[in-house]
């Protein structure tokens, strides 16, 4: 079974396209997958680092596997929270500060991960690109991969958000028993990092702007163009 997997066909674009069924999908890790979970895919992506990879391999079941990760280091992303936010003493930082910093250093990883998502060959099937649980790493790219179809942000808000439907019961678990281990500070802290917030998102389009995919990232308007003549309809 794959957790957290959405096939994002059916959305629509701000000029009244449609993204085609079984070409885009995103998930959390794949640790636990079957054959009958990846029908369809040709190609999957990982946006984990070595350590976490190591930790539950995916279950590829002869799918072509692309381990791209977006940080090499598990705790590097919060590492840069630390670096770059010297009033951030909390072991897990804020949420929303980590998303700004995710799309303004990791800009180049991100890059790679679109680049390979654009160029793929859909005429062998489908790409899936997961994380862990299918929230930060996987929710910006799949946020970005809406954005170059021109999805428009209130939708791209609608589908990030419904991580909450796996994620919120498993983050009151982890509140509810660090509270009793850790204090009210980290329990909440741990809580939302579990959680998707809107407020994470827009902190991203912020750092982000009006230009990222063609201007910070490079990616050339004919393979955007290209992109949306094969997943749209």
């Known amino acids: ?33 079957e054959e009958s ?19 539950k391999p995916d279950q590829a079941c002869g799918r072509e596997y692309l381990p791209i990760p977006i940080f090499e280091k598990v705790n590097e992303g919060i590492d840069g929270v630390s670096h770059e936010e010297k ?17 303004r250093v990791y800009a180049d990883s991100f890059r790679k991960v679109m680049t390979a998502i654009l160029e793929h060959d859909y005429g062998r099937g489908a790409v899936l690109w997961h994380c862990t649980e299918g929230k930060d790493r996987c929710g910006m790219t799949t946020a970005l ?18 991580t909450n439907l796996i994620n919120i019961p498993k983050a009151e678990a982890v509140r509810e028993k660090l509270l009793a281990t850790h204090g009210a500070e980290m329990a909440e802290s741990a809580y939302q ?3 998707a917030d809107e407020r994470y998102l827009r902190s991203a389009w912020e750092e982000m702007g009006n230009d990222y995919i063609t201007g910070r ?9 290209a992109f949306r003549k094969t997943v749209l309809e």
């Open 217 to 225: 990232l490079g990616i050339p308007e004919e393979t955007l163009e």
């Open 193 to 195: 990092a579990y959680i």
């Open 87 to 103: 009033k951030q003493q909390s072991l897990i930082p804020d949420m929303a500060v980590l998303y700004g910093i995710l799309m």
């Open 145 to 162: 991969i809406l954005e170059a179809l021109g999805v428009d942000r209130d939708t791209i808000l609608e589908d990030y958000l419904k």
């Open 1 to 33: 079974m794959i957790s957290n997997k959405r096939d994002l066909g059916g959305l629509k674009t701000k000029d009244g396209k449609t993204i085609r069924p079984g070409m885009i999908i995103r998930s959390a890790q794949l640790g636990e997958a």
């Open 37 to 55: 979970d990846l029908n369809g895919i040709s190609t999957i992506i990982d946006l984990r680092t070595i350590a976490e990879r190591e930790e």
